[in-house]
Structure formats: C-alpha cells, structure tokens
C-alpha cells in the first residue's frame, strides 16, 4: 500500500507546507508564495493521477500505444495560468498596501486600522 | 521537500523568492519525468520565470526583511493538520499511482487518446484538448488573464508620468555602462528568446508548446530588455497604451472564433464548419486560438511587469527628490 | 439564434469587457455597459421562459458531446438563477455612472467597467455549465475581477479587506480544485450529470468523502458561512458603493447555488444528507451564523458594516433551509435568495446615494436625513422592513416557507429560533431609522439635497419589486417550487 500511494502523500504534505505558511505567517508576500505553494502541490497531485506505468508523453507518435492521460495535463495547464493570474494581482495590492500602509505585516496593518478606527 | 520547508524556516524574502524559484523549477522536473511535457513547459516558464520575476520586483518595492513572529501558530497548524489529515484518509481508497485501469483511464481519456488524430488532426493531444475538446475552459482562462491584467493595471496604473530629470538619465547611463558585457550578450540573446516563442507558438501541434507557453516567453524576452536598457526606452519601443489594447484583441479573436462558427450555422467554437474539410477547420480554429492565447498572454504579462517597475521609478523618485529637499535645507 | 441562448448569456458579457477598451468616454462606456446588461438580461428572461416551456436545454461547446467537450446545462434551477443576477446588475449598472463619478478618479472608469463585465461573466458561467472543472475557471474570473473592485475603493482598508478577500478565496478555490479532482479521479469524468451516475458505483470509497468535504468547505469559504465569513464584512464596507451593491447582491448567491448543485445534482440527496452529519453541522452553523452575525451588527458603527453582518446573517437562513432538506426547504432557500438580492442591492444602492450626498456612511452622520433625503431614507426603511420580514414585504414570503418547511419536518426548535433571529433584525434595522428621523439634521449640513434621479429610479424599482413580490407571490413562488421539486425528482 505504501508503495502505490507515496507520491499522493508527498503532494499531500508539500501542500500542507504551502497551506501553513498561507496561515500561519505574517509577512503577505510570504503569504503569496506559500499560496504558490500550495497550489503547486495541488498541480502535482492532479499530474499524479494521470500518470500511466509505461506510459509516454501524449504526443501521438509510430509503435507507442500506453499514453499518460493527457486530460489532467490540460485542467493544469488552465490552473497554472489562473494561479499566476492571482499571484499577480495579489502582489500588485501588496505594492500597493505597501504604499499605503507603510508595511507589509499583517499585525501592524491590524494596529493601524485599530488606532485609525479609535481616532473617527 | 526540503526546498518547501526551508521557505517556512527563512526569513529574508529575497531568498525565499529565489527558494520558490527552485521549487517551481523542481516541480517542473518532475513533471517531466512522468511524462508531463506541456505543463512541465509551462510550469518552468511561470514558476521559476515570471511569477519569480513579479515576485522580486515586488519585493524590491515592499523590502526584504519578514518581521519575526511574535505568537505561536499552534491554531494554524492544528488546522492544517486536520487537513492533512483528511486528505491522507482520502488516499486510502484512492487507485495506485501509475495503476493502469484506475478509472481515471477508462471513461473519457482514451477517446482523446484514441480518436483525437481523426477528429481533430493534430499529433499533441494536450493541444487537441485544449484548443478543442475543451476549448471554452482554455476561453476562461485567457479571461482570467486578461482579469488580471486589468485588475492590476487598476491597482497600479500611475496618474500620468512627469518628464524625467536629467540627473535620473545620467545615473540611468552610468549603471547601463556598468553592465556592457551582460547588455551586449543579452540583445544577441533576445532575437532568439523572440524567435524561439514564435517557434513554440506554431509548433504546438506537434511538439509540446502552445500559445500561453510562447507568450510567457516572448514576454520575458521583453523583460529581459526592459530590465537591462531601462523602462523607458523599452516604453519607447512596446508603446503601453498599444499592448493593453492588444490584450483585449487577443481575448476577441479567441472569442470571435467562437463567434464565426456560430454565424456558419455550427455551436460556439465548433471549429469544423471553418473550412470545407473538418480537419482543416480545426487546425484554422486551433491555430488562430493560440495565436489569440498568446497575444493576450504576453502583453497581460508585460504589461503588469511595466506597472510594477513604473511603480518602483516612481517610488525611487520620490525618495530622491525627498533627499534633494533634505539637503537643500541643510544647505 | 434561439438554440444559441445559454452560450450568448456568458459569451456577450466576456466579449463586451475587451470592447470597453475601445471606447475612451467613460459615459459612452457606461451606456454601452448598460446595453450590455439589459441584453443578458432579456436573455435570461427568454432562457427562463423556454425552460419553464420545454424542460432542460443542453448546448455542447465546441460540438463535442458531454463527457467529452464541455457542455452548458440550463434547468429550472440555474435559469431562476441567472435572471436575478441579470436583472441585478443592470439595475445597478444603471446607477453606476452617477456614483463613480464621485468616488473614482476619472481614468479608472473603463477599467472598472470592464472588470464589473468580467466578473459578470464569471457568475453566468459558474451558473451556465454543467462541467466541475469549468465551474473552477469561472469561478476564478468572477473572483479576481471582484478582488480588483474592491480595492478601488477609496479608504486604505480596501485593499487590505481585498488582499484578505483574495487570500481567502483562493484558499477556497483550491479546496475546490482539490474535491475536483479527487472525484475525477474515481470516476474518470468531469460532467456534471455523468459524475453523478458514475458516483453511484463509488460513492462508499473514502476518497469520495474527502472529495466531498473539501467542496463544502471550499464553497463554504465563498459564500461566507460562519465561522469562514470574517473577508466579508471588511470587503462589502470598504468597496465602492456600487461594487457592494452588485456583488452583495449576487456573489454569495452563486455560491448558494454551487452547493445546492454540487449536494443535490451531483452527489445526489441520499449520498450528501446520509454520509456525512452534514444536516446537523449546517443547520447549526447556520442557526449560530443567524444570531452572531445579527447582534454583531447591532454594535457597528458603519451602516455598510451593519448591512453586511445582517447579509452573513441570511446566509444562515438560506443554509437553514437547505439543509432541512425537504422540497419545501429548498424553495425557501431559493426564494430567499431571489428576495435578498432584491432587497440588499436596494439597500446597499441607497447607502450608495447616501454617499454620494454626504460622502459618508457613518451611523452617525445619519442624523436628520429622514426629512433631507426622504426618498432615499425612506426606500431604506422599506427594504430594512423587508429584511426583518414584515408582511406585505418579499422578506416576509421567503421566512414565511421557512418555517412552513421546517414545522412540516418537524423541527419546531429551528421555526422558533427563526422568528428570535429576525426579532434581532429589528434592533438594528430601528438603530438607523432613529439616527435619521428622530435627530436633528448635524451643524454644517443643513442643505443637503435629494439624492439624484439616476440613484432614486433604481432605488425605487427595486423597493417596489420588494412589494411586489411581497403580495403578488405567484411568478416567483412558481418558478422556486419549480426548480426545488426539479431537484427532489418530483414531477409537478
């Protein structure tokens, strides 16, 4: 059983590295990256299930008949566009948290708006 | 793995970019290895390029130190345990890696295997199903980009840009002279970066590659010279305002594809009824999608990679004249 | 043309963003983006009206049949669906000019037009498909695009609200992939119905259940169920006033609608309300969301705050009546969604105005507008009535069959918490009649004028469907019950 499923676990735990820096850390462009992560390591997983034991790339070719299973490359083909679409857009606010905040730590950002709020 | 974790443990941000960089080369690797040949294209063109390249102008701006940690994230672990967790259960009826009768094979796959070089005509079934099959997902996502291309420009886009001081143009001077080998190397390089994503472009069908890939490329070849001749002599050349509007052309032409089998009587993006021969059909289809793919993809890119770096002079500039005003008032 | 209708419903949208380009004048813009609307809006009328005659269309992208090609499936349910989220938006589309010009700077208006598009575009084609990995790509246009608007608001806390918003959901989103993917895997498909016959034959295997959790708790984050609601209050109060009005109005909705579709159509009732204690955790969560959501916004100091922990709260009586699980709940479920929308975008629609007055949406600078902008003020006072569930309100009808479905399952308990809950409604709701009419009008701003007539004709169209609705019930009771009895396989 262990053998047949190692790899699922390996994308399980890389996702879960990404999913706890998302959480866990304070600083946002780091939160960006553990998102990057994490979303890799879904892309692993998917590429994963289609896998095929001797099988080749899907580029139909002579005297090869075993294909991995091209449909899973496809899905992340789109999900790997649409991960960079939100890392972009996600560090554009950063920059521009960053210019107005001064910071770009969620703890301080939490005070500011706490002393902005106490101040109106 | 070890790559993963010691993006947890640093703290200076420059290298956990360089970090995630790897990782996304790494992941890359991997998916070469089982057989992944297109996404491991494009992953090592966005997750060690672009997304790296984003990352460091970004922080550039926003500084490289993460503050230390001041409270013990026991509630974001258990969390993410309980995930974990979950997921590992998951795995326990899940059918062996590789295991060739999981049902993953035996339902829709094999037809694209099978019938794709009948029905659609081109030898890359990753293209077959992208640019056909599943063509209104591959629609979606040239939306997303062109999503976020505007978002940022929304985010970022300055309110006019003022003339530049001639002291800005001679420090400009001075670093460019500085870097003559790396400048002289790279603009032979980057008639080839350009050449070879007009290669990927065309040559999807049969290898691997497609629009999105060939647009990354073509995109980072620009960036590549905007980051060694300045940002204002590449504006010079890539006029902004014209590549916004290309990216909303690409998204059209896809669209418009779609639009034209419509009007020959076929449903949206029905690529057959585009020629006499359905075969043909689909090439034109496929080949005018990827173009539009591709089009939209590297002026998003270049665009948000303008805006950032626009951002940054514009940040620099104001920390100079800042400057120039504190020592005036010393004076 | 007629058989072209679902694929036009997304496409129009998705083409009519990049075209926004090319026309520089931001009025022009808005004319166009307006046209824009009210022709998905006509759309859907005609989608609504061809399903209620001819039962379920199918339109094969692509022409590759379903497993393979993608397909878009349009039923009772996702047509209902789609004609709110039309009519909404082109009713506040229709507001959009006036209230930019105020609170946008001037070469941001395209870009917000074409991003309002974008993620209109995202919610017909999250509701429009009948594939799972479709619905993933949608459903990132119409968050990105909502990401961007909510950070074009003008306070600071816009983007920090936006950034925690887009951290939030695209952990969901993820979740999503990750469920998706694990039901791809045992079954080989990504068709909607086709997943739901192959998962017959898998539905015992673990990985199904995880597959399934991970879709309800990624759904869960979207739609803003407690405890996963903390992105929104921030994100609806610091968003452009328009944005909130749009997005309040809908993007929680489709949400709904993921899980109704995902639970009922795909997983099948016996396999979602039987495997997992997923009844009994969502009826508590919802019942918990009710009362904490209400009695937090009874302390907010910012009326789009208070509106927005009141939308969390109906949240939860639409989880409620999902999760009672019987035809009658779900109707409940889908006429609450069709008659929240109505009245949150007339509220937030009327803070908008306000704004647009005053510049402000502090409670306490309300004071007095009851007799400087009675229209407005009173539309308000309408719409809160609604919301609290008045008779002759369309807040009324919806809690009405909320409690007729759940003393018909026989949890009297939940009837009764229903009605505690709405009494809470009326604690806040009476907060900002007081501070507008029984107050005199703040030192300086004696000569506040009536909101203008580009504000008050949607305000007031949408007040008056909120009546309509409320004692005319026969359009939308019909269609609701309709789509609900669809979904339990009950042949009307």
């Known amino acids: 059983m262990f053998l047949g499923l190692y790899n699922y676990w390996i994308a399980i735990l890389l996702m879960m590295i990404g999913f706890y820096i998302v959480i866990a850390h304070g600083n946002l462009v780091k939160k960006l990256v553990g998102l990057t992560i994490f979303q890799t390591s879904v892309f692993i997983f998917y590429i994963s299930v289609g896998v095929v034991e001797r099988g080749s790339a899907p580029i139909l070719a002579e005297g090869i008949s075993d294909y991995s299973n091209p449909l899973p490359h496809v899905l992340i083909l789109t999900a790997i566009v649409v991960g960079i679409a939100t890392t972009a857009l996600g560090l554009a606010l950063v920059i521009r948290i960053k210019e107005s905040y001064g910071c770009v730590e969620e703890d301080e950002i939490q005070k500011l708006d706490q002393l902005n709020e106490e101040k109106s | ?331 | 043309m007629l058989a072209h209708l679902p694929i036009l419903q997304v496409v129009v949208p998705l083409m009519a963003a990049p075209l926004c380009w090319f026309l520089n004048r931001s009025k022009l813009v808005w004319i166009f983006a307006l046209l824009v609307c009210a022709a998905t809006c006509t759309n859907s009328t005609l989608l609504l009206i061809e399903v209620m005659k001819s039962g379920t269309i199918t339109y094969e992208l692509g022409g590759w049949e379903a497993p393979w090609g993608i397909e878009l499936r349009i039923d009772k349910l996702n047509a209902f669906l789609l004609l709110i989220i039309s009519t909404i938006a082109t009713v506040v589309m229709f507001a959009a000019n006036t209230s930019i010009q105020k609170e946008l700077s001037e070469d941001r208006h395209t870009l917000f037009y074409s991003l309002y598009l974008l993620s209109l575009t995202g919610m017909y084609g999250i509701v429009a498909t009948g594939d799972a990995f479709n619905v993933f790509v949608f459903l990132e246009i119409s968050s990105l695009s909502a990401y961007a608007l909510i950070a074009l608001g003008n306070d600071r806390r816009a983007l920090w609200a936006a950034f925690q918003y887009l951290i939030m959901g695209t952990i969901g989103a993820t979740f999503i992939l990750i469920g998706i993917g694990m039901l791809y895997q045992m079954t080989g498909t990504l068709n909607m119905s086709d997943l739901a016959i192959r998962l017959v034959d898998v539905g015992h295997t673990r990985t199904v259940f995880v597959a399934f959790a991970f879709l309800i708790v990624g759904l869960c984050l979207k739609l803003a169920l407690f405890p996963l609601h903390l992105w929104l209050p921030n994100a609806y109060a610091y968003a452009p006033s328009i944005v909130t009005a749009f997005l309040a109005a809908t993007s929680t909705k489709v949400a709904v609608y993921l899980l109704i579709r995902f639970t009922f159509t795909v997983f099948g009732i016996s396999f979602s309300f039987t495997t997992l204690p997923l009844q009994s955790i969502l009826m508590v969560l919802g019942l918990v969301g009710v009362f904490v959501a209400s009695v937090t916004a009874i302390y907010q100091q910012n009326v789009k705050h208070i509106l927005a922990y009141s939308s969390i709260a109906q949240v939860g009586y639409m989880i409620i009546g999902y999760s009672i699980n019987t035809s009658t709940g779900v109707m409940a479920t889908l006429l609450h969604l069709f008659n929240h929308a109505l009245m949150k975008s007339a509220l937030f629609l009327a803070l908008g105005a306000i704004m647009y007055r005053i510049g402000s949406v502090q409670l306490s600078q309300f004071q007095g507008l009851g007799r400087q902008m009675p229209l407005t003020m009173s539309a308000i006072v309408i719409g809160g009535l609604s919301l609290i569930g008045v008779p002759l309100s369309v807040g009324f009808i919806s809690k009405w069959y909320l409690l007729i479905a759940s003393v018909e399952a026989g949890m009297w308990s939940v009837a009764v918490l229903i009605l505690l809950g709405s009494l809470l409604a009326i604690v806040y709701i009476w907060r900002i009649v007081e501070m507008a009419y029984f107050k005199p009008p703040l030192p300086g701003r004696e000569t506040v004028k009536e909101a203008p007539w580009t504000f008050l004709a949607p305000i007031w169209a949408l007040v008056i469907a909120n009546i309509y609705f409320g004692i005319d019930t026969r359009l939308s009771v019909q269609v609701a019950q309709a789509a609900s009895q669809s979904l339990f396989g009950i042949n009307p």
Do not use: W
């Not at chain 2, 001077?173 to 080998?181: G, I, L, S």
């Not at chain 2, 980057?190 to 060939?214: E, N, R």
């Open chain 2, 1 to 331: 793995m070890v790559i993963a974790i010691a993006i947890v443990r640093t703290r200076n941000l420059l290298a956990v970019v360089m970090l995630s960089g790897i990782y996304g080369l790494l992941s890359a690797c991997f998916f070469v290895v089982v057989d992944a040949v297109d996404v491991a294209f494009t992953e090592a063109s966005v997750g060690a390029g672009i997304s790296g390249l984003l990352m460091l102008a970004a922080i550039t701006i926003t500084g490289r130190k993460e503050a230390p940690k001041r409270h013990k994230p026991f509630l974001a672990l258990f969390v993410v345990l309980v995930t974990g967790g979950m997921l590992i259960y998951g795995t326990m009826d899940m059918p062996y890696f590789g295991a060739a009768d999981a049902p993953v094979h035996q339902h829709v796959a094999p037809r694209y295997i099978n019938e794709s070089m009948q029905e659609v005509g081109v030898p890359n079934i990753v293209t077959a199903v992208l640019g056909s099959y599943r063509a209104f997902d591959t629609l979606g996502e040239v939306a997303v980009i062109f999503t976020a291309g505007i978002g940022v420009l929304s985010l970022l886009t300055l309110p006019r840009r003022r003339k530049k001081t001639s002291s800005d143009e001679a420090t400009e001077e001075q670093m460019h002279e500085r870097h003559m080998v790396v400048r002289i190397v790279s603009k032979a390089l980057i008639p080839f970066i350009l050449l070879f994503a007009l290669y990927v472009q065309f040559h999807g069908d049969f290898g691997p590659g497609g629009g999105f890939q060939a647009g990354v490329i073509f995109a980072a070849g620009i960036i590549l010279y905007t980051m060694l001749f300045g940002l204002d002599t590449a504006q010079k050349v890539f006029n902004p305002s014209i590549i916004q509007l290309l990216a909303a052309v690409g998204l059209l032409l896809y669209a418009s594809v779609g639009v034209v089998s419509m009007i020959n009587g076929a449903n949206f993006l029905d690529y057959n009824v585009l020629a006499d021969d359905p075969i043909d059909g689909q090439h034109i289809g496929i080949l005018i999608i990827e173009l539009g793919v591709g089009i939209t993809v590297a002026s998003v890119m270049l665009s948000i990679f303008f805006n950032f770096d626009a951002r940054r002079q514009a940040i620099q500039n104001s920390n100079k004249q800042k400057g120039e005003q504190d020592v005036s008032r010393t004076l």
